[in-house]
């Protein structure tokens, strides 16, 4: 055995060789190998930073990967993309700049990753610094004539501010911002803080703790002073065949004052403007009017309040009965019957429009143009000469039309 081993084992490892090329043959013919860009960048994780260290630099908070895998492969990749990870491992690393390779980790084999877009990534390490600040508030705008902002509170007074030692030395101070253009009512709001620099340009790149504040402050009003609501006084009714939609009044409230305080308490809480007349009005109305006030009350800024009044006409429909239906478009040579001779049209639109509307004012017609002689289905047509109203219906809606040659007897239809 061993002298025919010696002599065959060439033929043994040749016959070896092929059983393996035929194997992985039909392995690669049955899964083959595919290269491909994965349809989503998968996202980078950052392990092992020194909780002291912070990173003060943009980092791609995400990297595209080329894999070469067998389609059974891919096909679990695609199924569970999260089987593919990419590490940015920042173990033992001290304050300074430092790249480092992305580790591209992957849950499945066999697999090779053919490129890792971006591979190397550069950032600074910076110690870790906190700085603690009172909060500045900042007041915009003045309160509504006749009144006056109380004592403001602040909740917290203070917050912390952490980041990279270099950014964290920028700041200054930290202020929130508080509008009180107009304000009647106590105010009560959680802002956001605002972190600033010597040049009160804001700085980036830090963490605000707590990231708002609660600012509340008491909104009275003076002595002698009141807000009242208006009420509109009209005189007079529309033209026939309108009506009123809306009736608005701008500003709703004004305030009053008087030097007497007791002047002002005692006011109903509404007053009325000077009477507007609507006699006859057929359309929208905008205009100033000046308020009725008692003896020894003034309004606060503009005398008069804008009044706008919406004007309409009211819809309505009417049925013209048996109106002629002309015949357009009809051939050389050609005659035509029209059966019925006449339709009924409804109609509807502003009723001013439908009162003065006439029979010469609407027209019926049948459109022949290119038909040749035989009997027709034809839509008929309708031309209001009065804009705004519109065709509803008309019965009958379609229109039987028989067309001959010129000296050829017809047969007329019998209805």
Known sequence: MFRWISENYRTFLWAFALSIAVWVAAVTSADPDETRLLEAPVPVQIIGQDPSLVINS???????????????????IDADPQIVQAILDISGLSSGEHSIEVQIQIDARPIQIVSVGPGTITFILETLATQTL????SLAGEPAVGYQVGETSLEPVEIVVAGAQSQVQKVARARVSVDLSGIRQNYDQTLPIEVLDEKGQLVEGITVSPETIHVSMPVSQQGGYRDVAIKVITTGRVASGYR??????????????????????????????????LQNAQEDINTRIALNLPEGISIVGEQTVLIQVGVSPIESSITLASEKVEITGLGTGLSAQVLPLNVDVILSGPLPLLDTLTRQGIRVTVDLTGLLPGTHQVVPKVEVLISDIVVESILPNTIEVVISLNGVPTITPTP
């Open 244 to 277: 009123l939609t809306d009736i608005s009044v701008f500003p709703p409230v004004v305030t009053v004052f008087a030097g007497d305080p007791q002047l002002v308490s005692e006011l109903p809480g509404v007053l009325e403007t000077q009477a507007l007349d």
């Open 134 to 137: 009172s909060v500045d508030l």
């Open 58 to 76: 943009d980092i791609p908070k995400e990297v595209e990967v080329t894999l070469r895998a067998p389609r059974s492969v891919w096909n679990l």
